[in-house]
């Protein structure tokens, strides 16, 4: 597959409440760096509670990487005790948006203050649709919380409150790929023509049961894209899906 575009999808990197693996933060960084990928996406929970000096090790942690463009948007422990105001300090909006003509992507907040349950909010289904409509090429969203349930994560929690109405705006709008991350399980499911691609946590031990630290390798091609999750711990990449763009 001849490679038009890269992108390197992590997510739930939990820096403060000592939940962070430096030696798995490391080896995040050295394998993208390796992969010079056109964009870094991290789909929130970059900290624990929000709190300003978990902020700073964020943006110290954030330094070793060598792509310059990124998107990012916030998760619900990012938003806790006011922290989505340092949030639009750092990154400058909570919905940013990555064009270049052959991709769009547009990242969403789907977080709430000091609120774990996601919410996209019909005000910003408008701004969805405009960022969307008449759009050639590739549509990726970006959001921290999952649209679907992902089995092997108990009781389900924390899905948009209106996540229906957000996957019918998805679908309509033909967005062929929305990244997400929250329950730090690695997990796809295929909607209509829509792939839902949940990441798991890229760098912290808040994992479940025996599962690993990962993150997403997505590689798009002129017909189609591939993704890959890339198991921190091990460096093992696995081959997870090859789909039509
Ligand atoms: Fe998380
Ligand atoms: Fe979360």
């Known amino acids: 597959m001849k490679k038009v575009f890269q992108l390197v999808h992590i997510s739930d990197l939990h820096l403060g409440g000592g939940y962070f693996v430096p030696d798995w933060g ?8 390796a992969l010079t990928p056109d964009l870094l996406v991290i789909t929130g929970d970059l900290t624990t509670e929000g709190h300003v000096h978990e902020y700073d090790q964020v943006v110290e942690y954030l330094k070793n990487f060598s792509v310059a463009r990124r998107l990012i948007v916030p998760g619900n422990h ?68 999952h649209l679907v349930p992902i089995p092997g ?66 590689t798009i091609g002129e017909r189609e894209f591939e993704l890959v999750e890339v198991n921190v711990a091990t460096g093992k990449h696995i081959r997870k899906l090859v789909a039509p763009v």
């Open 26 to 33: 490391g080896r995040v960084v050295e394998i993208t760096n």
């Open 153 to 218: 994560t108990g009781r389900e929690r924390h899905i948009p409150t209106d996540a229906g109405d957000v996957l019918k705006l998805l679908v309509e709008l033909d967005v062929r790929i929305a990244l997400s991350g929250h329950k730090h399980l690695p997990w796809v499911w295929h909607i209509e023509n829509t792939w839902l691609i949940t990441g798991g946590t890229a760098t912290s031990r808040r994992l479940k049961g025996r599962s690993y630290p990962s993150f997403n390798l997505l």
């Open 78 to 145: 990012d938003a806790r005790n006011e922290g989505y105001m340092i949030f639009e300090e750092l990154f400058g909006t909570r919905y940013p948006v990555f064009e270049d003509g052959k991709i769009t992507v547009l990242g969403l907040d789907s977080s709430q203050p000091d609120i774990d349950d996601g919410h996209i909010g019909r005000s910003n289904y408008p701004m969805i649709a405009h960022r969307f409509q008449d759009r050639s090429g590739l549509k990726i969203v970006c959001l921290h919380h």
